[in-house]
């Protein structure tokens, strides 16, 4: 496959035709923030934490779903780009009801993670405090959408890795929201197979374990991607 | 399927392939004659919904289970799809409906007043049906009718330049009827 050149960060960098800017970056050793992107699922350009600006091009664009281009001039860190992605993470943690003191994803917590590597010491817009249940119906796992950011992480593993389609997102705007099936609850879902890849995927404290603690609620993501690598590439080593 | 574990020398039962509906109704074969015609593509999800509610008048589980069945797509999918679209309902609606449009242009004239003045009277939310199943109440964005805001659709019938008052009138009407 043809080669193209780029500069990312000042970096001269090569990379496959057909990769994202995200994957050229992560290859060439540029960490950019990333929240909806998973390793092994495709990417949706949802959460708008890995915008970057690229010479010639006024607005700003999501490096998970932007191809590399020859002669693309890339630049991941301004202060441009840091005031709007915590703008993102300040307007994410407003929706809905997130308080990491009570939170059962409290220190592996992805969205916990970002808001303190990009600096947000507080959120200047109101709470919704919007009033989402737990369903705590399946045998092993609950999902608390107070907690959810709607990257649908879960949904994209769900049907991809797993290959069940359990969840899906239904409604739209802020009364999106994650549900099993045809909106029952999640312990009486056909389709689910319990495999809980999708509480692996969960950014945050929405999907979790039941009965562990909140010491024990680490996620491992690495299996998730295991399994793609053995599935595309058949390979079996993590 | 369903396999038969009681006396394992019958042999399971094999769906056949063009079975009726359980229910009998009739509008299931329509539905699926529909799907055929699209070849029963996956990405031709919401033109069947569309035709779903064209002929049950809104979309309940047992319908959607069909379609997603047909369609060979996660429930969960076609739920998606069908409550990310206003257009769909899920649940019946009322003998008579009542739109109103709250484009810009019809919100700025004054579609709010109307929504509310609606809602006061009938006592119900945007999105909701009366308790007797008289009347829906639906909001839109954009009927595409600018020129004559705000425009109200009564049971498919769009009146021009509405007023909390003029609604009024035809809410009442249908209620007294």
Redesign the interface.
């Known amino acids: 496959m043809a080669a193209k050149t780029l500069t990312i960060d000042g970096k001269q960098i090569s990379a496959e035709e057909g990769a994202s800017v995200l994957q050229a970056a992560s290859e060439a050793g540029i960490t950019i923030p990333t929240l909806c992107h998973l390793e092994g699922v495709y990417d949706v350009g949802a959460c708008r934490l890995c915008l970057i600006e690229v010479k010639g091009i006024p607005k700003l664009l999501p490096a998970c779903t932007t191809k590399v281009a020859e002669g693309m001039e890339v630049s991941t860190d301004s202060e441009r780009l840091r005031k709007y992605r915590r703008m993102t993470l300040e307007l994410l943690f407003a929706e809905r009801n997130h308080v990491c003191a009570v939170c059962v994803a409290n220190g592996h917590c992805e969205l916990q993670t970002l808001a303190y590597s990009l600096g947000m010491d507080h959120v200047r817009y109101d709470y919704n405090f919007p009033k989402w249940g737990v369903d705590t119906t399946h045998r092993l796992f609950g999902m608390d959408h107070n907690r959810c950011i709607l990257c649908a992480r879960c949904v994209r593993t769900c049907w991809h890795v797993e290959g069940a389609g359990t969840k899906n997102v239904a409604g739209r705007g802020s009364k999106s929201k994650i549900i099993s099936d045809l909106n029952q609850p999640w312990g009486h879902s056909e389709s689910c197979t319990e495999c809980g890849k999708c509480v692996m995927s969960c950014p945050t404290g929405a999907l979790f374990r039941k009965g562990s603690t909140v010491g024990e609620s680490e996620r491992d993501r690495t299996k998730l991607e295991f399994i793609v690598t053995a599935r595309e590439k058949k390979q079996w080593n993590a | 399927m369903s396999v038969n574990l009681t006396n394992p020398e019958q042999p399971p039962v094999k769906p056949v392939a063009e079975a009726k509906h359980p229910s009998g109704d009739k509008r299931f074969k329509i539905l699926e004659v529909h799907m055929k015609k699209l070849q029963f593509k996956q990405d031709a999800l919401i033109e069947v919904l569309h035709k779903a509610q064209e002929l049950f008048g809104y979309l309940e589980?047992d319908v959607?289970?069909f379609i997603s069945a047909k369609l060979k797509?996660?429930?969960?999918?076609?739920?998606?799809v069908a409550?990310?679209y206003h257009f769909f309902t899920l649940k019946p609606k009322g003998e008579h409906t009542c739109v109103v449009c709250m484009g810009t242009a019809c919100y700025v004239k004054g579609a709010d007043k109307v929504v509310e003045a609606v809602q006061n009277q009938l006592k119900i939310r945007a999105g909701e049906t009366t308790t007797d199943n008289k009347v829906s109440l639906l909001t839109a964005r954009c009927i595409g009718a600018c020129g004559i805001a705000p425009a109200v659709v009564y049971d498919g019938t769009v009146i021009p330049r509405q007023t909390p008052e003029s609604a009024m009138e035809q809410i009442n009407k249908w209620v007294q009827s």
Do not use: A, I
């Open positions: 589980d959607l289970l797509l996660p429930p969960s999918r076609v739920y998606g409550t990310f």
